[in-house]
């Protein structure tokens, strides 16, 4: 059975914290995702990566960086957390570019 | 600018009738569709997906449209039921997914 686990399920941290959210699959997948959902605004892709040590800017990647030392984790990286960045973070993989797999999500709220 | 648009924040359907979700595109190099199904406090599952080639893909009681033309895609439900309950996201990809803004959809017993 397929598997996106995400660290934490809720996290609560203060403006300015560094905040690392972690994703592992088992699946083997070379593509790796993050995004994060907010009411009204759907998913929006922050960083992906296609390969371990690599990483593509998405659409929102402000105020956020990535990392990949191995294929199956990738992290995101919230250098100064702002109260903005307070939303559900969702990571996935994917073998190809299309269906992707996805872990249950992290409810960040930063105050 | 958003390039995937689901205009219907919510729609609310009866039990046993057919649920239509839509979907409008504005970029014409998107070449596959994905629709995804997302309960609470759980990661989006994949449901059901059309290449830009078919205008048509059906998997039991979800089939999806797409009129390239319109630059539209629509998600049937037929027959609803209760477990249908929960936010749809359609996709589109050129090189990377772009997702809609999701629609509510509840199942009226």
């Known amino acids: 059975d397929v598997k996106v686990t995400q660290s934490s399920r809720y996290l609560v941290k203060r403006t300015g914290e560094k905040v690392f959210l972690e994703c592992v699959q088992d699946m083997d997948h070379e593509n790796m995702f993050w995004y994060r959902q907010d009411p009204g605004l759907g998913l929006r892709l922050i960083y992906f990566s296609y390969d371990v040590k690599m990483k593509e800017k998405g659409d929102i990647p402000e105020g956020y960086s990535v990392s990949r030392e191995k294929k199956e984790r990738f992290s995101l990286i919230l250098e100064s957390a702002s109260t903005n960045q307070t939303s559900m973070y969702l990571c996935?993989?994917?073998?190809?570019?299309?269906?992707?797999?996805f872990g249950p999500g992290t409810r960040l709220t930063v105050l | 600018d958003q390039q995937v648009k689901q205009n219907s924040p919510s729609l609310s359907v009866q039990e046993g009738r057919i649920s239509i979700l839509n979907c409008d595109y504005t970029n014409s190099m998107f070449d596959y569709f994905l629709w995804y199904k997302k309960y609470p406090a759980e990661g989006p599952t994949f449901l059901i997906s059309i290449s830009s080639i078919k205008d048509k893909n059906e998997d039991g009681r979800f089939t999806v449209f797409l009129n390239k033309s319109a630059k539209h895609l629509s998600l049937h439900i037929v027959p609803s039921q209760p477990g249908d309950s929960a936010v749809y996201f359609c996709?589109?990809?050129?090189?990377?997914?772009?997702f809609g803004t999701g629609t509510r959809l509840t199942i009226i017993p």
């Open positions: 996935a993989s994917s073998l190809g570019v299309y269906e992707q797999f």
């Open positions: 996709a589109a990809s050129v090189e990377k997914l772009t």
